[in-house]
Antibody, heavy 121, light 110 residues
């Protein structure tokens, strides 16, 4: 069965960086993009960007450009998402999700369990 | 990249139907036939329940249905059950490999 397993919760100081991992299993890891979405406490979902694990190609939402990096290691079926220069506004649960091309569009069909990142000043 | 607009909350009694709207612009929903919907129970990851406006992934009951007209997409849940109480998010591509989510709608089953 398809699974995405993320790394554990993180507590960081403002100004620091955090790196979250997402390990896929149960499918051909290089055959699907991985999307990253975050959810601040009591808020909605916010799309952050995606990575193609096969090529390393990435794309980010405008507000995260320059502050977010996504990388991958296909040998261990894992992608990483790093956010630098953290502020309290980055306190959120971060999700990775598999991008599935339906034949017409891309949707997020399997999700990781989420990684809670808390940023304190 | 503005979020798609959803009502903050809707409610219904068991057995009834509810509809959740999702409004965008001509640049996103109006230009796309590919709306998806996600269900999220508290403390859990979102779950895909509708894709390509009207299609349901395997295992999603046919009580869940989707539609779209112009810049507005809708999710209808019929025969409400207690377990349907959750938050629902719409999503669409803004084109150029960029995605948007709605602000979320909390469904309360009375």
């Amino acid at each position: 069965q398809v699974q995405l397993v993320q790394s554990g919760a993180e507590v960081k100081k403002a100004g620091a960086s955090v790196k979250v991992s997402c390990k896929g299993s149960g499918y051909t890891f290089t055959g699907y993009f991985i999307q990253w979405v975050r959810q601040a406490p009591g808020q909605g979902l916010e799309w952050m960007g995606w990575i193609d694990p096969n090529s390393g190609r990435t794309k980010f939402a405008q507000k995260f450009q320059g502050r977010v990096t996504m990388t991958g290691d296909t040998s261990i079926s894992t992608v990483y998402m790093e956010v630098t220069r953290l502020t309290s506004d980055d306190t959120a649960v971060y999700y990775c999700a598999r991008d599935w091309y339906t034949g017409w569009s891309d949707v997020f069909d399997f999700w990781g369990q989420g990684t809670k990142v808390s940023v304190s000043s | 990249q503005s979020a798609l607009t959803q009502p903050r909350s809707v409610s219904g009694s068991p057995g009834q139907s509810v509809t959740i709207s999702c409004t965008g612009t001509t640049s996103d929903l109006g230009d796309s036939d590919y709306v998806s919907w996600y269900q999220q129970h508290p403390g859990k990851a979102p779950k895909l329940i509708i894709y390509d406006v009207t299609k349901r992934p395997s295992g999603v009951p046919d009580r869940f249905s989707g539609s779209k007209s112009g810049n507005t997409a809708s999710l209808t849940i019929s025969g409400l059950q207690a377990d349907d109480e959750a938050e629902y998010f719409c999503s669409s591509s803004e084109g150029n490999w960029v995605w948007l989510f709605g602000g979320g709608t909390i469904l309360t089953v009375l």
